[in-house]
């Protein structure tokens, strides 16, 4: 009887270690964060303005809470729209790359937003990421 005892609350100390254990943000959740990229077309001297659109096929980036490079990727649709699936409750911060407008740069500058996602199933939308082309 003795024996049952100590498997059965080394099997209830195990399950609450287990279920105790606080998830990091990042998949396996069944939350989403979605959004669309837009666009602004200029010139390459940035003197004239040639449209603004949503901008399809452009990549778009997420890190997951604490990480230090990117975590996952996806391409916009034709409509300038995309998602991240099946996350978890936790930090995250979208982003995508745009030319300088301010010319200071030739390099290509990060185009961010932090989100958060505080409990499953929920859907976060982020506001546009405007770029600069």
């Known amino acids: 009887m003795k024996k049952t005892y100590f498997i059965?609350?080394?099997c209830l100390t195990m399950l609450f270690?287990?279920?105790s254990c606080k998830k990091e943000p990042g998949s396996g959740?069944?939350?989403s964060i979605f959004g669309k990229v837009f666009v602004k077309d200029y010139n390459s001297t940035f003197t004239t303005f040639q449209?603004?659109?949503?901008?399809?096929?452009i990549y778009v980036y997420i890190i997951y809470g604490d990480d230090k490079d990117y975590s996952d990727k996806v391409k916009t649709s034709y409509d300038g729209t995309y998602e991240f699936k099946y996350l978890?409750?936790?930090k995250y911060q979208v982003y995508t790359f745009?030319?300088?407008s301010t010319l200071q740069t030739t390099n290509?500058?990060?185009v961010t937003q932090d989100v958060e996602i505080t409990k499953r199933n929920q859907e976060v939308e982020v506001p546009d990421l405007v770029i600069f082309n």
């Open 51 to 57: 449209g603004e659109y949503y901008g399809g096929d």
């Open 8 to 10: 059965v609350s080394i």
């Open 98 to 100: 745009s030319k300088d």
């Open 108 to 110: 290509v500058i990060g």
């Open 29 to 31: 959740g069944s939350a």
């Open 17 to 19: 270690a287990i279920s």
């Open 88 to 90: 978890r409750p936790g």
